[in-house]
């Protein structure tokens, strides 16, 4: 399997008071081909975003490897580490926190290639224009500052700064979340033209399912620290197998003519346990409406339910 | 014909700004009655929220200033009350739930204290009634375990409790009207189901006529009877859901419903963008406010903003092109 990333049992636990800890990402692997996309879904507290935060190198790896096409990334650390970095970039969710508010458009662009010292350094200002247009933006905007731009344009300009390294790898996390629709849609276009043009790879988190379904060839859902379930996009929608995925898309609100004024047709009840007093067999258990007694007590293993579909479910 | 519970009538609302008069709300108007659900749609900045601050009386002012129009709320007209009387009316028969459930609760009192207040202000009952009636309404939105929950502090609390201690706060005091202001945005989507499945069931147990704001066409699709599509400032297209969602009258509607990105669409195709981004509340023309963004745009647009045509006998659009439409029997 040629795979740019490569994630194995990856398990991210932050300590918390009189030796518990939370088991934020727990056990979880995945590839990804070049140029391909995968996503991840959940909801909060479900640890997709430390999921990206870890293979980003930005969240302590309690244990687990993450493979950048050879490259070690889970375990190298300073000026090897710093190296690496051009390879993999991130875009955040947040489009207004996310871009220093005293620096001007220009010189956000422009710092990762100077600080990895990238390419020389009097190209680098054509380099910024080129990048500016490559995401939709004039290039005489460079001179600006973020806060004289709209959210779907402060997006372009994360954008253009994770594209400044030239990365193999781009980590989303939510980027469309804070956005409008009409503005999400134009962003999300962006997003699939680079990868078109570029063949870059992406690892896409986001809990907005139709999101998902656009831009992602596989599919990760995620619940409680652990993948619950993984397929090619058009499987899971088709025919999920976990009952925790087939809640989240028959919770997903639709424009469907079955969907109308059916107040939210809620299959699940109550809230995920705390990440901290795990329950000892599936962890959804408690909240599945299909579970049995074997299920409080064994926690499923993630297993082959087709050729390419895998789900963590006894009754799968 | 049911009397409305709420009825707006070409309401206007200005704010003075820096760089002129900003017409934040533009010749608005509509009705909901009884145990029905509106749903207002739009984009950030088209003046949903401040379309439920009017009726709330709750618009800053100075620079806000409603200009024009009337709310009649049972009979009465809410913008010629006193702010002793819409204090009345506040939190009694109209009430509101917010986005954010964190900041809207006070951190240092418990979920129970918070509710009793609301009960005590506005029905005079005993400190002890007014705790029992928070138990009750806990109890009443689903919350496990009332009695105790009833001495938590809001911290101690998941996002999806608080905003039901939200919605029971809001229903404590039996109010004809209930505007939900995004009520979901900051929760997960089997959350958001729950919530809303709530939402629906006590509006039709009690006839709360309910306002839903919501930036989500999806959420329109689960809740609404009746939707109001707002673009800077005014209400473009009205109708019920279902003749808004399958037959978009105006361009922006039609827009807005195909770019979201939908879980039966072709994946391969690009999502269908409206260009451009919403103009500046300062900076309108005497025209149509979406021409400049429009494909169908033609140059009679800019003259005049468009009047509202119909489409049917409760379904209108205000665009152009829409004049001389055949209006089915």
């Known amino acids: ?111 990762p290639m100077d600080l990895l010292n990238l390419g020389n350094p009097a190209d680098r200002d054509l380099r910024v224009e080129e990048l500016l247009q490559q995401v939709g933006l004039r290039p005489e905007l460079k001179s600006l500052y973020p806060h004289q731009f709209s959210g779907g344009q402060r997006q372009r300009i994360g954008l253009a700064r994770a594209l400044a390294t030239q990365p193999d790898l781009i980590v989303f996390d939510e980027p469309v979340s804070a956005l409008d629709v009409a503005v999400q849609a134009q962003v999300l276009n962006l997003i699939r033209r680079l990868q078109r043009e570029t063949g870059l790879t992406y690892l896409f988190i986001s809990h907005d399912l139709g999101v998902v379904r656009h831009i992602c060839d596989e599919i990760a859902v995620m619940y409680l620290g652990q993948v619950v379930e993984e397929a090619p996009a058009a499987e899971i929608f088709a025919s999920p197998r976990h009952p925790y995925t087939q809640a989240l898309i028959a919770a997903a609100p639709s424009l469907a003519p079955e969907h109308r004024r059916r107040g939210g047709g809620a299959k699940l009840q109550g809230d995920p346990p705390s990440p901290i007093n795990l329950p000892k067999g599936c962890r959804f258990a408690s909240r599945c409406p299909i579970a049995i007694d074997h299920c409080r007590h064994v926690p499923p293993e993630l297993r082959p339910i087709t050729e390419t579909q895998m789900a963590a479910c006894h009754l799968a | 014909m049911v009397e409305p519970v709420l009825d707006i009538r070409n309401l206007k609302v200005d704010f003075a700004t820096r760089n002129g008069v900003a017409h934040v709300l533009d010749d608005i108007s509509f009705t909901v009655e009884p145990g029905e659900l509106l749903g207002i749609v739009g984009e950030s900045g088209c003046g949903k929220s401040m379309t439920a601050l009017s009726i709330l009386g709750l618009i800053p002012s100075p620079p806000g200033k409603i200009v024009g129009g009337s709310i009649n709320f049972q009979g009465r007209d809410l913008t010629k009350l006193s702010q002793a009387e819409m204090r009345k009316i506040r939190g009694g028969d109209i009430a509101m739930i917010f986005q954010e459930p964190m900041t809207s609760l006070n951190p240092v009192f418990t979920c129970g204290e918070q509710i009793a207040e609301a009960v005590r202000l506005h029905q005079g009952v005993s400190p002890k009634a007014a705790r029992a009636r928070a138990v009750e309404m806990l109890r009443a939105v689903g919350i496990p375990e009332p009695e105790m929950r009833a001495d938590a502090y809001p911290h101690q609390l998941s996002g999806g409790m608080r905003q039901r201690v939200m919605i029971a706060m809001a229903l404590s005091c039996e109010p004809k009207l209930l505007i939900a202001d995004e009520p979901t945005t900051a929760l997960d989507v089997t959350v958001q189901a729950q919530i809303f499945g709530l939402l629906d069931d006590l509006r039709r147990r009690t006839g709360t006529a309910i306002i839903l704001i919501t930036h989500d066409m999806g959420a329109i699709a689960e809740m609404a009877d009746k939707v109001a599509v707002m673009y800077a400032g005014r209400v473009i297209e009205r109708g019920p859901a279902d003749a808004v969602l399958d037959d978009p009258g105006h361009p922006y509607t039609r827009g807005l419903l195909a770019s979201i990105p939908r879980i039966d669409a072709d994946p391969d195709a690009d999502l269908p963008e409206i260009p451009g981004i919403v103009p500046a509340l300062t900076d309108l023309g005497r025209g149509c406010a979406f021409e400049p963004r429009c494909k169908l745009a033609v140059d009679r647009c800019r003259l005049a903003q468009p009047p509202h045509f119909p489409m049917s006998s409760d379904h209108s659009a205000a665009c152009i092109h829409l004049e001389g439409r055949v209006i089915p029997a």
């Open chain 1, 1 to 111: 399997m040629n795979a740019l990333l490569s994630v194995r049992d990856l398990k991210v636990h932050f300590p918390v008071g009189k030796g518990g800890s939370i088991h934020a990402v727990d056990g979880v692997s995945f590839d990804i081909p070049r140029g391909k996309t995968l996503g991840i879904v959940g909801e909060s507290g479900s640890g997709k975003t430390t999921t990206a935060l870890a293979v980003m190198r930005l969240a302590p790896i309690t244990a687990g490897k993450v493979d950048l096409d050879g490259t070690p990334v889970s375990s190298i650390e300073g000026e090897e580490l710093r190296k690496a970095r051009p390879r993999f970039q991130m875009v955040f969710q947040d489009p207004f926190s996310s871009l220093n508010p005293r620096d001007r458009v220009a010189s956000i662009i422009r710092q």
